[in-house]
């Protein structure tokens, strides 16, 4: 099965092929060095895995399967490296693989709490451990492979709540993700699969997804006006957006996947922002076990879901986290482009 024709992007398709080829090619070079043990083994292990990622994220525009076997595979390199992006990737792409790992994620998680987020001294010493869990970007996507994975009335789904609650990233404007967005935003989502009040919870699940597309839509925008960079598959961005793909797959299989479709679909959206919530869609095969989890009940507001989602009463501040404009810092430097993966994207801006 092919993924959503990548036309609203005015990619052509071999193009795109090119470029998951080359970056897959430069996976299996640098992975070549690792298993030589020539150099930085674990630098060079991430190095591989974020190759593998952006090469998965060009494949899955015209090779569903393919794509995700390289995001798979760029996730297990990730784990290895002592990132919990992998667990990210992995819990939104194939949850079914790693649902026995959620008890030591979750305990993992906990043992973070309170502890400083300086990346020096005696304390983070004392984290690694956890290996990076220091960082709030990591600990971010573990929140999120944890909530996935969680039934949200459940004990452990109350201790994971009162752990991200209490946590000042609940509230934090560290940038994370290729389109930088506030930290805040990922808890919410996470907070919201943990919500054992289903209704409220997947209206602004969707709600918050609307605005990253929308958010994604203005940077794809922006980068197109480069057109020797765009459509050489060289501009420096996410062109298929894995923290909306990925946060995407987790609220279908959530909240269900006509509940999702019908919150999305109250709010009209540029052909371009559906790009990666089309995608996410498809990363949920029909036949999906998590789809039949007995684990929540829709309920349906029908008044609420004929509004806008954006004339609805959001937090001011999800708002204009939502809302802001893009970086566009060297977007249009062909000489100068900034890494899609640094510094705030999944390898959290590591000095290795």
């Known amino acids: 099965m092919t993924s959503p024709s990548p036309d609203p992007l005015q990619l052509d398709a071999g193009q795109v092929r090119n470029a998951a080829d080359f970056h897959e090619a430069y996976a299996h070079f640098v992975m070549g060095n690792v298993e030589a043990e020539d150099g930085d083994a674990e630098a060079a292990l991430i190095e591989a895995a974020s190759a593998y990622r952006l090469a998965g994220q060009w494949r899955l525009l015209v090779d569903r399967k393919g794509g995700i076997a390289l995001l798979l595979r760029a996730a297990?390199?990730?784990?290895?490296?002592?990132?919990?992006?992998?667990?990210?990737?992995?819990?939104?792409?194939?949850?079914v693989r790693v649902r026995d790992r959620r008890d030591a994620w979750t305990a993992q998680l906990l043992r973070t709490a309170g502890r400083p987020q300086s990346a020096a001294g005696p304390a983070f010493e004392e984290l690694r451990s956890d290996r990076f869990l220091g960082h709030v970007q990591q600990q971010t996507y573990l929140l999120l492979a944890c909530a996935a994975l969680t039934a949200p009335r459940s004990e452990q789904a109350a201790e994971l709540r009162s752990f991200a609650t209490r946590s000042p990233h609940r509230d934090g404007v560290v940038p994370m993700g290729s389109m930088g967005m506030p930290v805040r935003t990922f808890w919410g989502l996470a907070l919201n699969m943990l919500s054992p009040d289903d209704g409220p919870a997947a209206r602004t699940y969707a709600d918050t997804?609307?605005?990253?597309?929308?958010?994604?839509?203005?940077?794809?925008?922006?980068?197109?006006?480069?057109?020797?960079?765009?459509?050489?598959?060289?501009?420096?961005i996410d062109v298929a957006d894995l923290d909306v793909i990925g946060t995407m797959a987790m609220g279908v299989r959530h909240f269900g996947r006509a509940r999702m479709q019908d919150l999305l679909?109250?709010?009209?959206?540029?052909?371009?922002?559906?790009?990666?919530?089309?995608?996410?869609?498809?990363?949920?095969?029909?036949?999906?076990?998590?789809?039949?989890?007995?684990?929540?009940?829709?309920?349906?507001?029908?008044?609420?879901?004929?509004?806008?989602?954006?004339?609805?009463?959001?937090?001011?501040?999800?708002?204009?986290?939502?809302?802001?404009?893009?970086?566009?810092?060297?977007?249009?430097?062909?000489?100068?482009?900034?890494?899609?993966?640094?510094?705030?994207?999944?390898?959290?801006?590591?000095?290795?």
């Open 76 to 95: 297990s390199l990730y784990s290895r490296a002592g990132l919990m992006y992998g667990a990210y990737l992995e819990a939104s792409l194939a949850p």
């Open 209 to 236: 997804l609307t605005g990253l597309s929308r958010t994604y839509a203005r940077t794809v925008d922006l980068a197109m006006a480069n057109t020797l960079t765009w459509f050489n598959g060289a501009a420096p």
């Open 265 to 352: 679909d109250t709010t009209e959206l540029p052909a371009v922002a559906l790009v990666p919530l089309d995608l996410g869609k498809e990363m949920v095969p029909p036949d999906d076990p998590d789809l039949d989890r007995p684990t929540r009940r829709p309920t349906t507001d029908v008044a609420d879901q004929l509004r806008d989602p954006w004339d609805r009463d959001l937090d001011p501040d999800t708002r204009d986290d939502l809302g802001g404009a893009p970086d566009t810092t060297d977007l249009n430097d062909r000489n100068n482009p900034r890494r899609p993966d640094e510094p705030d994207g999944p390898d959290g801006g590591l000095d290795l």
